[in-house]
């Protein structure tokens, strides 16, 4: 295939985290989804949207997905011309980049951080630039202006499941000459968000998923917040039909119901506490997380080593052969049941 741009043959594509065709079987911590449903007025909005005999299928959706946003820009306190909608949030990366960076220009995120973005940035031909964290959480050797299109700043952050502050994002957005884009999949655990920063900043971007805080992995939703410039630029090269139906059904009545978040949320953020001292009790090192997982080193700092000891018990973690990572384990916070199981496997494993 020689007319296959040079990029395209080059790279080796992304690797989701693994989905296991039996996964009743499994205690599955290892892609950060929610272990409880959906609020059940997403369920019921997408019977609604359905109605008997599927009959709103035969329509085209909403391309503009404005009740969505309407329901998403009262929440947050903006205007929806600031809001834009997305099949889940790996959309708006995507078109963030190709909005943003042309063939050749630079992209830089955080080491470690999302791995999708070196994907993105290889797909458009763009040239990648990682910067990583010092000790104490903050950007090794960022320069006082950053010059490239665009900056991933992934917080909290995944996998180690820490939050910058806000005032250092602040700063970055400043250095940046180029967009600055935080990408917020987990904020809804965390004690801070940035949303702020997009009224104060021309070049920040805050994206967000219902795949994780709202249970909705399986629906791909996603949002974003920017200036109503950056929106319609997202707007010219997003697909025009890209949320279907039932999933504008859904984003809309999660939205609206923001009780059952706090509440769901709130069992997760106390599941993680009380797992995150049982493991420091084990001798664990872990990172303070600000997220619905925690990252956890064992006392001989051999990541492997548990992983395969939990897989033998049919119970699922993300394990990263990058060196920075090896020595400990990415868990996702399930039901209580999930983790005292977990915990049990743990202290077997020593
Ligand atoms: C899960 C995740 C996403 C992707 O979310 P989707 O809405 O499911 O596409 C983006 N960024 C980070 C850091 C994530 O962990």
Redesign the pocket.
Known sequence: MSCLRPNIAQMAGYVPGYQPPDSEAWIKLNT?ENPYPPSPQVVEAIHRELGEKGDSLRMYPDAGSLRVRQEAAALYGFEPSWVITAN???EL?NNLIRAFVGEGEEVAYIHP??S?YATLAQIQGAKITTFGLTADYRLADFPARYEGKLFFL?SPN?PLGFAFPLDYIAEIARRCAGMLVI?E??VDFAEINALELVKQHDNVVVTR????SYSL?GM???LALARPEVIQALDKIRDHYHLDRLALAAAAAALSDQAYLAETVGRIRDTREWFSAQLRDLGYTLVASQTNFIFASPPDRNGKRIYEGLYSRKILVRYFTDPLLTHGLRMTIGNRSDMEQTLAVLKELG
């Open positions: 950060n889940g949030s790996d990366l951080s999302y999708y992934t995944a990408d999949a987990y998923t219902f795949s994780k992995a791909r939703l996603g």
